[in-house]
C-alpha cells in the first residue's frame, strides 16, 4: 500500500507522539504490568518492544535473562504413539518427540513446541472451519445471523468455486430479525479492540466467584441481535468469525456453561487434548517446588472454545475460571499466524511473560497457571508457515508433499489468520446429559 505525503506525515507525527508519551513513566503511573505489556504488543507505531520475548524454536536467539529462565523437560509419553494426529517421519523428529519446556517463577506452564506434522496441522485447520464452524455448535455470528446449517464454510467454498453468485438465493446470510428492546449483545464488547466478550468485566481477584460457576441456576438469556450488523458475502462474513463452542456451549454474559446445551465433542479434538495431558503428567520444576499430579486417565475433554483471529484481533488478559473443575490441565494448540501470548499471575499486578506460539505449540495451563491471566495481544504478520500458504506445493520438496486439491481456498483464508484451538475439563467425572 502506498501512501501519500500527507498519510506519510500522520504516520511520523502519530509515531513520535507514541514514543514520546511510552518513554513518559507518568502517562502509564497507575497501568498494572500486565496492562503494560498488552500495551506494548498491541503498539504498532512504535513497534513493540520484543526483547523479552520467549522463543522456543529459537533457543539461541532468546536474550540472555530469557534463556537463563527456560527449563527443558522430559513429557512422559510419546505424543504420537498417543494420537495418529501427531507425528512426523522425518528423522529430524526423532530426538524431540518428548521435548517441552517449563519457566522458571512461572510454575505450572508447560509449552510443548510443534508436535504436529504439516499434513496434520492442514487437517486441524479444514476441521476448524468446514466441520467445528457449524451447527450444533454455537459462534458470535449465530447472535446476529440465520447461520446455514451446513455451515458457512459451506457457502464459502462455492463462492470461492464461483458456484454461488450474489444473485443466489442463499449468497446473504439473512440477519436475525429484531424484536425486542433493551440491551443488545454487542454492549459486552470492548471498545478499543474487536475483544471477546467475556473480557472487559473479568474482576481482577482471584477468588472464585460463585456465579461465575458452571451449576449457578441463572436464567441464561440468549444475546439479542445487533442493528447494526452488516449484511455481507459468505467470503467476507467467515471474517467476522470470532469464536465458536465445543461441548457443554457457553453462555459468555454470566460466563457460566449451559447444562442443556451440550453438544458431543469432536473425537479428534478430544484426542489430541487426552493425549497431551497424559503426556504432561508428572511434569515440574523440581527446584520451585511444582509437579503436575493431574493423572492423565481422570481427564475428560467435555468443553472447548476455537478463537478465530484476523491479523489485528486480539484476546484481551482474562482468567478462565468458568469450570468446576480448576485443577484439571487446560490444553491449547495453536494454528496459522504466530502470536505473543502474554503469561501473567493470579492478578494484572504480576508482570507476564511473553512467548512467541508457533503453528502447532501447545500451551498447558496446569496448576498455579490454570487460575492466572492470560491473553493475546498481537498476531504477528508475515510469520505463516510454507506448508499452510494456499501454493504450500508449490515449494514441496519431496515427491510426497502432492497438493491437498482444495487447500487453496483453507490455505487463502489461513494467510489472514491465526486459530486457537482450546480444551478444557468442566466437571469432576462425567455427567449425565
Ligand atoms: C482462551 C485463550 C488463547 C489463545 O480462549 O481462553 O486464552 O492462544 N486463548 O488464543
Ligand atoms: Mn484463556
Excluded at 505489556?37 to 536474550?63: H, I, L, Q, W, Y
Excluded at 495418529?84 to 512461572?106: C, H, M, N, P
Excluded at 515440574?284 to 509437579?291: K, S
Excluded at 481456498?409 to 469432576?428: C, H, K, M, P, W
Aim: proline content about 7%; overall charge negative; some cysteine.
Amino acid at each position: 500500500m502506498q501512501l501519500t505525503k500527507r498519510q506519510q506525515k500522520l504516520r511520523a507525527l502519530e509515531s513520535s507522539r507514541n514514543s514520546a508519551k511510552k518513554s513518559n513513566p507518568t502517562s502509564y503511573v497507575n497501568q498494572a504490568p500486565f496492562r503494560y505489556a498488552e500495551r506494548n504488543f498491541k503498539s504498532r507505531s512504535p513497534p513493540p518492544d520484543m526483547t523479552e520475548v520467549f522463543d522456543f524454536a529459537n533457543m539461541d536467539g532468546n536474550a540472555d535473562v530469557i534463556k537463563k529462565r527456560i527449563v527443558e523437560v522430559k513429557l512422559k509419553s510419546d505424543l504420537r504413539g498417543l494420537c495418529s494426529l501427531f507425528g512426523d517421519s522425518e528423522e529430524t523428529w526423532r530426538d524431540q518427540w518428548d521435548r517441552a519446556y517449563v519457566i522458571k517463577g512461572v510454575p505450572g506452564l508447560v509449552v510443548i513446541p510443534n508436535p504436529f506434522s504439516p499434513p496434520a496441522q492442514r487437517h486441524l485447520v479444514r476441521r476448524c472451519l468446514r466441520v467445528h464452524a457449524r451447527h450444533p455448535n454455537l459462534s458470535n455470528l449465530d447472535t446476529h445471523y440465520n447461520m446455514p446449517l451446513q455451515g458457512l464454510w459451506e457457502l464459502v467454498e462455492r463462492e470461492w468455486r464461483g458456484n454461488l453468485k450474489e444473485s443466489d438465493k442463499d449468497y446473504f446470510v439473512s440477519l436475525k430479525n429484531i424484536d425486542t428492546g433493551g440491551e443488545n449483545g454487542d454492549s459486552v464488547y470492548d471498545e478499543e479492540e474487536k475483544d471477546y466478550p467475556r473480557q472487559p468485566d473479568i474482576s481482577s481477584s482471584p477468588s472464585l466467584n460463585d456465579s461465575q460457576h458452571a451449576t449457578t441456576p441463572t436464567l441464561k438469556l440468549d444475546p439479542l441481535p445487533s442493528p447494526t450488523v452488516p449484511v455481507l458475502s459468505p467470503r467476507q462474513l467467515i471474517r467476522k468469525l470470532r469464536w465458536i463452542t465445543l461441548g457443554y456451549q457457553y453462555h459468555w454474559a454470566t460466563k457460566t456453561y449451559h447444562l442443556n446445551r451440550r453438544v458431543a465433542f469432536p473425537e479428534d479434538v478430544g484426542d489430541i487434548a487426552t493425549a497431551v495431558v497424559k503426556a504432561v503428567e508428572g511434569v515440574g520444576l523440581d527446584e520451585e517446588g511444582w509437579r503436575n499430579d493431574y493423572a492423565g486417565d481422570d481427564f475428560r475433554p467435555q468443553a472447548g472454545v476455537i478463537n478465530y483471529y484476523q491479523l489485528r484481533d486480539a484476546l484481551m488478559g482474562h482468567v478462565d475460571q468458568s469450570e468446576l473443575n480448576m485443577q484439571a490441565p487446560l490444553v491449547s494448540v495453536s494454528l496459522g499466524h504466530d502470536c505473543i501470548y502474554l503469561m501473567g499471575g493470579p492478578t494484572r499486578d504480576t508482570k507476564p511473560v511473553a512467548l512467541r506460539l508457533r503453528s502447532g505449540d501447545i500451551v498447558v495451563m496446569t496448576g498455579e497457571s490454570r487460575t492466572c491471566f492470560h491473553g493475546v495481544p498481537r498476531i504477528l504478520e508475515n510469520t505463516l508457515p510454507g506448508h499452510l500458504a494456499p501454493e504450500y506445493w508449490t515449494h514441496a520438496e519431496t515427491s510426497e508433499q502432492v497438493p491437498d486439491d482444495d487447500w487453496r481456498i483453507f490455505g487463502e483464508y489461513i494467510s489472514e489468520a491465526r486459530i486457537n484451538l482450546n480444551v478444557r475439563q468442566v466437571f469432576d467425572r462425567e455427567v449425565g446429559m
